[in-house]
């Protein structure tokens, strides 16, 4: 059974940081792909970023370029997430989510409905 556990959210000034990780288990094969998505209240849940299988393929989404870096550790099953500069418009759930689609180009990782496994999801509150 696959399972993603999302941890690290939590409460951050505006202009503050955090590090969103994700751990995977349960799937066997190392060719997937990752990636955080983000529901705010009353909006529909959008992507933030990816990455594909190879570790050289990521896409972001606009409200995270320039701020958010995705990333895999293999060793550890795990992908993370580095937020900076956050803003208010960035409180939301962000979820965790893998598909088998290890090798998607980058306009498939955008597409939601790829994705066969989510995290629970973790809430970060960015305000003063």
């Known amino acids: 059974q696959v399972q993603l556990v999302e941890s690290g959210g939590g409460w951050v000034p505006p202009g503050g940081s955090l590090t969103l990780s994700c751990a995977a288990s349960g799937y066997t094969s190392s060719n997937y792909a990752m990636a955080w998505f983000r529901q705010a209240p009353g909006k529909e849940r959008a992507l933030v970023a990816a990455?594909?299988?190879?570790?050289?393929?990521?896409v972001y989404g606009d409200s995270a370029r320039g701020r958010f870096t995705i990333s895999r550790d293999r060793a550890k099953n795990t992908g993370n997430l580095r937020m900076n500069r956050l803003e208010p418009e960035d409180t939301a759930v962000y979820y965790c989510?893998?598909?088998?689609?290890?090798?998607?180009?980058?306009?498939?990782?955008?597409?939601?409905?790829?994705?066969?496994?989510w995290g629970q999801g973790t809430q970060v509150t960015v305000s003063s």
């Open positions: 989510a893998l598909t088998s689609r290890g090798n998607a180009i980058s306009s498939t990782l955008r597409n939601i409905d790829i994705y066969e496994y």
């Open positions: 990455f594909a299988s190879s570790g050289i393929r990521f």
